[in-house]
């Protein structure tokens, strides 16, 4: 979405070109709320043109600024007229227009804001499919609703000006007389209304430029509960700024009886509520916003399977994929219901459980999801074991499911060496790294915190076996490295792959191997410079702007170098953490979702990748879990620990009110 101005608040954003307008026709921009767009048209015209833009830019994550002047003015010519377009996003959108005569004669200019909305569920949007609903617009006295019905589904979006414009189907009009060094200022607001339910703005809510976001915890309380970091490496500096930013931005509320938030995984396909992503994010941000464990596992559990679904790939017990709220979802013709179709989720929400636990203490609340963690636990050995082999293993049951279940679920991202597709039911590796982990982390919550010792006990044999037969089976012996799945027929899925790295972050390696898988992800044909290749370039599948084999993907970067360091390799993922840092720095400080895989001697910089969800949750947590690597950051019985190593040019750091439990702790590293 380069250059295209957005202005965001969880999951109600406004994507514009430079002006601020959205053009009828663009694929992607327009006003969104709760995954459907509520204008698909919205332009400024001044005196019949659109405006000629001066500067643009955003503010902070949820207000914009657009400063311009008349089409019309010719080279060399001042122009008598500017225009500012103010426009900040909190439910629905306020935007302040303020036009000034600069000359010593009196103008009379033409206002006019055409609008419309196609009201598009956003998988139409993503898929280009056509509305199958009415479309109608109301006139009021200065205001217009556009309503959308189709059979019991009703979205309309209320559109407000303050002056007395004239309005009609597609556009408002007003003639404004201005004196010499006059101005004249007018607000408009949009309202989404679903479900009977305006949406509408208060106004002492929040104003430009002053953040009072919808949220338990203001913008100001979110940056001020962060740890202070103080460093003279000034991209640290800001990435680390605006990756609390970005996951502030991404707040929402999945449904507005909750009384708790939690980050939209990626703007602007990915604005709702996604199990994996969610956790991933949680975990990421535990030493520097520990609540958002908490409100994620609430979340989770709250929708947590209770039968068996095969539209929805649910079983009792499984974690969610994605919740929609969109058109298609509710007449039931998507099953983002939600839907369950990830293998991974549920053992991840074991393991964040766990980490959540050490971290903050909170064993009341870790006691009150005993019940959830013991549904996980059955779903992971009844459900998601499919055929009692010991491995976890998916194959969807429904005909709009994912193809491939794990973090890399586009269709063809599961690939043998010579490149051929995996059929399955299919066993990625670093599913079965969570399974253990979760096994080995339940162990000690059943032995410390449920007082279960036989519990305990029966996971740690569990979790021992899964260990020596996961090591047996996935060893690719002729390569030196992990398979990357186990196929329907059992075979080895031989590429090399950025999945082993997980296998270090998850302690399933055993440490005579632990070396080696270090040195191959370090190697060229991994290692771009900046991250870890998703593929390696030695396999006949590789594509540096292939969405899962061969880009680099920060959040997966990030588990790979804190898997480094979990076996001792201190350096190598120190100096991987720091290059993450540094790819952020030709980011602008904030990582998208996903970047080419080139090599850094061959481009000199990071290559955008052209469809990268840019803020993304875990991309924004990512730069946190690095600095966590450097700085060897953990709590061994409610202790936080420091074993800090910082590769040439991290630089000195200081790091202030780590929260471990209700304690606060610094660090001064140099």
């Given at each position: 979405m380069a250059?295209?101005?957005?202005?965001?608040?969880?999951?109600?954003?406004?994507?514009?070109?430079?002006?601020?307008?959205?053009e009828p026709g663009n694929d992607a921009n327009g006003f969104f709320h709760a995954d459907m767009r509520q204008l698909s048209t919205w332009r400024l015209l001044v005196n019949?043109?659109?405006v000629h833009v001066l500067t643009s830019r955003t503010v902070d994550y949820y207000s914009a600024s657009v400063f311009a002047t008349l089409a019309s003015v010719s080279v060399g010519e001042n122009p008598p007229i500017s225009i500012r377009r103010d426009r900040f996003v909190a439910r629905g959108v306020h935007e302040d227009l303020t036009v000034q005569n600069h000359s010593d004669r009196p103008q009379t200019v033409t206002i006019e804001i055409e609008y419309g909305s196609d009201f598009a569920d956003l998988f139409e949007v993503k898929d280009r499919t056509p509305k199958r609903g009415q479309l109608r617009t109301d006139l009021g006295a200065s205001l217009v609703t556009l309503s959308y019905t189709r059979d019991t589904f009703r979205r309309d979006t209320v559109i407000e000006f303050s002056e007395n414009f004239s309005v009609g189907l597609e556009r408002a009009h007003f003639e404004l007389h201005l004196m010499p060094r006059g101005s004249w200022r007018t607000c408009i607001d949009v309202f989404p209304v679903g479900d009977g339910e305006l949406n509408r703005l208060d106004h002492g809510d929040r104003t430009f430029g002053d953040p009072k976001p919808d949220m338990p915890t203001s913008f100001e309380q979110w940056m001020a509960q962060a740890p202070t970091l103080e460093t003279e490496n000034d991209v640290l500096r800001h990435t680390y700024r605006q990756s609390l930013i970005d996951l502030a931005a991404l707040r929402f509320r999945p449904l507005k009886t909750l009384s708790y938030s939690l980050p939209a995984a990626g703007l602007p396909w990915f604005m709702a509520l996604f199990g994996r992503d969610s956790l991933i994010t949680a975990y990421q941000a535990l030493p520097f916003q520990p609540h958002l464990a908490r409100t994620t596992l609430e979340a989770l559990t709250a929708w947590q399977a209770t039968e068996r679904d095969d539209f929805r790939d649910a079983e009792p017990g499984k974690i969610l994929h994605e919740l929609r709220l969109g058109e298609l979802?509710?007449?039931?013709?998507?099953?983002?219901?939600?839907?369950?179709?990830?293998?991974?989720?549920?053992?991840?929400?074991?393991?964040?459980?766990?980490?959540?636990?050490?971290?903050?203490?909170?064993?009341?609340?870790v006691r009150s999801l005993q019940p959830a963690a013991m549904k996980a636990l059955e779903w992971i050995e009844r459900y998601g074991d499919r055929d009692g082999d010991g491995y976890l293993e998916y194959q969807t049951r429904s005909k709009e499911g994912l193809a491939n279940q794990c973090w890399k679920d586009s269709w063809n991202s599961i690939l043998f060496k010579d490149g051929a597709v995996a059929k399955g039911p299919i066993a990625t590796c670093e599913i079965q790294g969570y399974a253990y982990d979760a096994r080995v982390r339940m162990a000690r919550l059943a032995r410390e915190v449920w007082d279960d010792p036989q519990l305990a006990t029966r996971l740690e044999g569990d979790a021992a076996r899964l260990r020596e037969g996961f090591n047996r089976d996935y060893w690719v012996e002729a390569r030196g490295h992990y398979a990357l799945a186990l196929d329907g027929e059992k075979r080895q899925v031989d590429a090399m792959s950025s999945n082993v790295g997980h296998l270090l972050w998850s302690g399933i390696v055993p440490e005579d191997r632990a070396a080696m898988m270090v040195t191959r992800l370090m190697s060229p044909e991994m290692f771009t410079g900046w991250g870890i290749r998703t593929m390696a370039v030695s396999a006949a599948g590789y594509n540096p702007i292939e969405y899962h084999d061969g880009t680099v993907w920060p959040h997966d970067t990030a588990f790979v170098a804190e898997g480094m360091r979990r076996y001792g390799h201190r350096e190598q993922a120190s100096h991987l953490a720091l290059m993450l840092i540094q790819a952020a720095g030709a980011f602008e400080y904030r990582l998208p979702e996903v970047f080419a895989g080139f090599a850094r001697e061959e481009t000199g910089a990071p290559v955008e990748y052209p469809t990268a969800s840019r803020p993304q949750a875990w991309a924004a947590g990512a730069p946190l879990l690095a600095l966590r690597t450097a700085l060897g950051l953990d709590v061994v019985d409610g202790t936080l620990r420091i074993d800090p190593h910082l590769s040439q040019g991290w630089g000195r750091v200081r790091l202030d009110n780590i929260a471990v439990g209700a304690r606060a702790a610094a660090t001064l590293l140099s």
């Open positions: 250059g295209n101005l957005t202005v965001l608040d969880g999951n109600t954003f406004f994507v514009s070109d430079a002006a601020g307008d959205v019949g043109q659109p979802t509710m007449l039931g013709e998507r099953p983002h219901s939600p839907y369950y179709g990830t293998h991974d989720a549920t053992p991840l929400f074991l393991i964040l459980l766990d980490e959540y636990e050490r971290w903050a203490g909170d064993r009341e609340f």
